[in-house]
């Protein structure tokens, strides 16, 4: 198999503060990890790649400094948003590719629903 | 009937039905295309994928037809069952990235 975890599953802060999400992938090594945001009732849209020893790369529009990324092993990638606001509230999810792995197949984590009042 | 509000288009089918979602992807260069199941608070699950060298590929109870000409992407579900219930994505990876890009997604109501 290939299992994703995140932790925590839900987390409340409050506006200002800054909260970490962990991503780890549990029986595999994974050299790319993906961050992705998800409003209600919309789609999955991509924040950012992130790759292990390397600094993440960010799409259109994300703001590096607020969405800090690090890819500190072949397991584990965290998410940090920094001074979180309300318009912040929204469901993150990661997704890892198998290192060495022949296809683009990506793994996803349960996602962690960040409410920020 | 599907319809189409302001927020996921929405297909209610009966139960035992079979169901068609559909997808328009938006790249030409993209090569491998995913459909995933959302459950509500969780994260996407994989059902199917397909490569771009094919037109059809088949799982249980699944099917996935492609239609490059017209970038179209379709998920058949066969005997729809109320576990089916979700809201479905179709995803796509662009050729030479790991990236993928996901559709609007539609959610499928099962009706008992």
């Known amino acids: 198999g290939a299992v994703v975890s995140q932790h925590p599953s839900r987390v409340i802060c409050k506006s200002g503060t800054s909260v970490k999400i962990e991503c780890r992938s549990l029986?595999?090594?994974?050299?790319?990890m993906f961050w992705y945001r998800q409003f209600p009732k919309q789609s999955l849209m991509l924040m950012a790649t992130s790759n292990e020893g390397s600094k993440a790369t960010y799409e259109q529009g994300v703001e590096k400094d607020k969405f800090l990324i690090n890819h500190a092993s072949l397991t584990l990638s965290t998410l940090t948003v920094t001074s979180a606001h309300p318009e912040d509230s929204s469901f993150y999810i990661c997704s890892a590719i198998k290192r060495g792995s022949p296809s683009y197949e990506q793994y996803f984590g349960p996602g962690t629903r960040l409410t920020v009042t | 009937g599907e319809s189409v509000g302001l927020h996921l288009p929405t297909l209610s089918v009966q139960e035992g039905d079979n169901s068609i979602i559909n997808c328009a992807y938006s790249?030409?260069?993209?090569?491998?295309f995913i459909w995933y199941k959302q459950e509500s608070g969780k994260g996407p699950q994989f059902i199917i994928d397909i490569r771009s060298n094919m037109d059809k590929r088949q799982g249980q109870r699944v099917t996935v037809l492609l239609n490059k000409t017209v970038k179209h992407l379709s998920l058949q579900i066969a005997a729809t069952q109320p576990g089916d219930s979700a809201v479905y994505f179709c995803?796509?990876?662009?050729?030479?990235?790991?990236?993928?890009?996901f559709g609007t997604g539609t959610r499928l109501k099962v009706l008992a």
């Open positions: 790249n030409s260069a993209s090569d491998y």
């Open positions: 995803a796509e990876n662009i050729q030479g990235t790991y990236k993928y890009i």
């Open positions: 029986d595999f090594q994974a050299t790319t």
